[in-house]
């Protein structure tokens, strides 16, 4: 488990992060949300030992990440700009680092090149931005890495190779005790995915939780009535959005489910059902139930 206790960084006047906690527990695929600026990468590069924080702690396991080479084989950091040498190809970066994580997989390296079809001589600033993230994505999955922390990892690939990538962290989670880190802008790309979501906002951390403890308390019912229903007829209930076209209404309400279904009840729908939110939809919930607009954290 990583550890962070009200981690503050700066560069120069410009404050990055502000008093962070969280965890970073095994068994979980975590999605870390927020715009561009909000403190995403910095907070990577922190998990990572890359930076040292000004003030607060950062641990692995109770030990310091920091210029602590054994907790650094631990943690693999794919940034948002791949890093790779000079002239560099695929096959010499892998000797790198082999050097660097002492149980780097041969076999699944070379496995994951063949069924990407990359060609493991070839130089890699001769690769698409596409091509250059696979690579990265190769090596980070060969590493056996405990910790693989993705920095919008995702730009420039296609539909299909997203995909993959999420199989195989899935794959990663249930075979090998990965334990995935996932910085996005975007909470449809971690919809499918993500167990637990982190959400910074000009570099605090605004929403630490499980995604199923989100849930809680919070449904979207789809209902048709007889005739056209008003904001008034639910008016005891804490209803987040209503959206209503003739006499069919979608509501997200915040409330326990059978208080929720009793008020609906009492309208006498013609047609009722439970239907599952959306990722957006849910952080929509929690970032208003805390006092955020959602729309001043992600657009």
Known sequence: MIQL?????????????????????????????????AGKSTLLRILAGIYRADSGQVLYDGAPV???????????Y??????????????EMKSYYRNLYPRFDQALYTKLLSGLDLDPNRKLHTFSKGMLRQAIIVLAFASRSHYILFDETFDGLDPVMRQAVKRLIASGV?????????????LRELEDIADHVSVLHRGSMVLDMRLDDMRADIYKIQCAFSEVPTPQWFQDLDVIQMEVRGRFATLVVRAPKAEI????????????ETIPLTLEE?????????????????L
């Open 66 to 76: 920091y210029e602590n080479i054994p907790v650094k084989q631990e943690i693999f």
């Open 5 to 37: 206790d009200k981690v503050n960084k700066s560069f120069g006047s410009l404050t990055a992060l502000r008093e962070v906690t969280m965890q970073v527990e095994d068994g979980h695929i975590f999605g870390l949300v927020g715009t561009n600026g």
């Open 282 to 298: 849910i952080f929509i919930a929690q970032m208003e139930g805390i006092g955020y607009e959602a729309k001043h954290i992600l």
């Open 174 to 186: 249930a075979e090998n005790e990965l334990v995935p880190v996932i910085a996005s802008h975007n």
């Open 261 to 272: 279904l009793a008020a609906v009840q009492a309208r006498e729908p013609v047609f009722m």
């Open 78 to 91: 794919i940034s948002d700009d791949p890093y790779y040498f000079l002239n560099a190809s695929i096959d």
